[in-house]
T-cell receptor, first 114, second 111 residues
Framework: GGIITQTPKFLIGQEGQKLTLKCQQN?????MYWYRQDSGKGLRLIYY???????QKGDLSEGYDASREKKSSFSLTVTSAQKNEMAVFLC?????????????FGPGTRLTVL | QQKVQQSPESLTVSEGAMASLNCTFS??????FRWYRQHSGKGLEVLVS????GEKEEGSFTAHLNRASLHVFLHIREPQPSDSALYLC???????????FGQGTKLSIKP
């Protein structure tokens, strides 16, 4: 079995601040994803990456940057945090591209912007 | 654009009673349906995946898909308090389609 680790678990930032969230997986999966989860809403795809150094925009990419530094890690940057923003950011990975492939999820990073 | 809606928003059932959750989708060509569970502060755990009309059972979880009526249901047999969690439905079409998630049903199981 493998595991997905997300750091930090809780992130508190100030309005306008650039904030970075990190994700590591040891499944040796090719594809990694970043989702945003808001209370009362489903998960929305921000970015995904099908291999090292690849980036693909999801439905919610505006206001975010991502980086796939190596196969096992995928970072997400909030370029300018919005006041009163509160959401959980979930990282996932799958063996290959395509949604028939099972996605495995990390525990999430909870963001609060003051 | 695919729309996925879940009902009810929250549900409380007694321990041992059947729990039934509903998910409706808008694209009848969808062919990939998954139910996930998320305990508070944790990641998503896949419960059951279904790809064709009919039923699929995984332990105490049964998914029932009817694409003609645009519904996929999740039935939980004899739920325990540990099954209290947020349940999410996700739908896509084709191998390159993106998973579209519903907003979730918060399930509480009373001892």
């Amino acid at each position: 079995g493998g595991i997905i680790t997300q750091t930090p678990k809780f992130l508190i930032g100030q309005e306008g601040q650039k904030l970075t969230l990190k994700c590591q997986q040891n499944f040796n999966h090719d594809t990694m994803y970043w989702y945003r989860q808001d209370s009362g809403k489903g998960l929305r795809l921000i970015y995904y990456s099908i291999t090292e150094n690849d980036l693909q925009k999801g439905d919610l990419s505006e206001g975010y940057d991502a980086s796939r530094e190596k196969k096992s890690s995928f970072s997400l940057t909030v370029t300018s945090a919005q006041k009163n923003e509160m959401a959980v950011f979930l990282c996932a990975s799958s063996l290959r591209q395509g949604d028939y492939a099972e996605q495995f999820f990390g525990p999430g990073t909870r963001l609060t912007v003051l | 654009q695919q729309k996925v809606q879940q009902s009810p928003e929250s549900l409380t059932v007694s321990e041992g009673a059947m729990a039934s959750l509903n998910c409706t989708f808008s694209d009848r060509s969808s062919d990939n349906f998954r139910w996930y569970r998320q305990h508070s502060g944790k990641g998503l755990e896949v419960l059951v995946s279904i790809f064709s009309d009919g039923e699929k059972e995984e332990g105490s979880f049964t998914a029932h898909l009817n694409r003609a009526s645009l519904h996929v249901f999740l039935h939980i047999r004899e739920p325990q308090p540990s099954d209290s969690a947020l349940y999410l439905c996700a739908v896509s079409r084709g191998n390159q389609g993106k998973l579209i998630f519903g907003q979730g049903t918060k399930l509480s199981i009373k001892p």
